[in-house]
């Protein structure tokens, strides 16, 4: 099984500030890696899949990078609207989603 | 536009299976995409238990597959999900979601999600 890790596992920011979250992979999974974005009471937003590719009508302040087995996703500047849980999945064997990461507000 | 709606008992006895099912609107059940279950317990992260093909092929989440029985049914543009002997570990908000057109028809990431249904085991 592939397991997921990401760090931090929350992270105070401020509006306006550059965000980074990293995803580690525990085995090579190429770039077949997705993120989400989830509100509270809200199902999951796929924001960024194959490591890098916007969704469609994702805000370009949102970038995902990486391959094999680190990735980041990066808010350029974060808005208010990003306050959220963020996760990444990888989808190389079967499905594996990360612990998650809970953006706040500082 | 595509929809996804889940539907089953919200309340579930310890032991008893759990019926869900997932209704597309707006879109073919039978077109290149698979179609997935993913759980999120309260408070907790999300956890996938399996996906499918609109021509039966499945696959499940290894930790789960012994109690996890996933069907499509094309002429109702639906697909259900079933898990055996549920304890309160199950007690869940289930969604279902559509998988991203892959090239190779292999499983991409999920685009468009149900609401999500909550469902507590308890007696």
């Known amino acids: 099984d592939i397991q997921m890790t990401q760090s931090p596992s929350t992270l105070s920011a401020s509006v306006g500030d550059r965000v980074t979250i990293t995803c580690r992979a525990s085995q090579s999974i190429s770039s077949w890696l997705a993120w989400y974005q989830q509100k509270p009471g809200k199902a999951p937003k796929l924001l960024i899949y194959k490591a ?4 469609s009508g994702v805000p370009s302040r949102f970038s995902g990078s990486g391959s094999g087995t680190e990735f980041t996703l990066t808010i350029s500047s974060l808005q208010p609207d990003d306050f959220a849980t963020y996760y990444c999945q990888q989808y190389n064997s079967y499905f594996t989603f990360g612990p998650g990461t809970k953006v706040d507000i500082k | 536009q595509v929809q996804l709606q889940e539907s089953g008992p919200g309340l579930v006895k310890p032991s008893d299976t759990l019926s869900l099912t997932c209704a597309v609107s707006g879109y073919s059940i039978s077109s290149s995409n698979w179609w997935g279950w ?36 094309t002429s109702k543009n639906q697909f259900s999900l079933k898990l055996s002997s549920v304890t309160a570990v199950d007690t869940a908000v289930y969604y279902c979601a559509r998988t991203r057109y892959n090239w190779n028809d292999s499983p991409d990431a999920f685009d468009i999600w149900g609401q999500g249904t909550m469902v507590t085991v308890s007696s």
Do not use: A, F, H
Request: hydrophobic share 30%; no cysteine; proline share 8%.
């Open chain 2, 38 to 73: 993913i759980r999120q317990p309260p408070g907790k992260g999300l956890e996938w238990i399996g996906y499918i093909y609109y021509s039966g092929s499945i696959y499940y989440n290894p930790s789960l597959k012994s109690r996890v029985t996933m069907s499509v049914d």
């Open chain 1, 52 to 55: 890098s590719s916007l969704e």
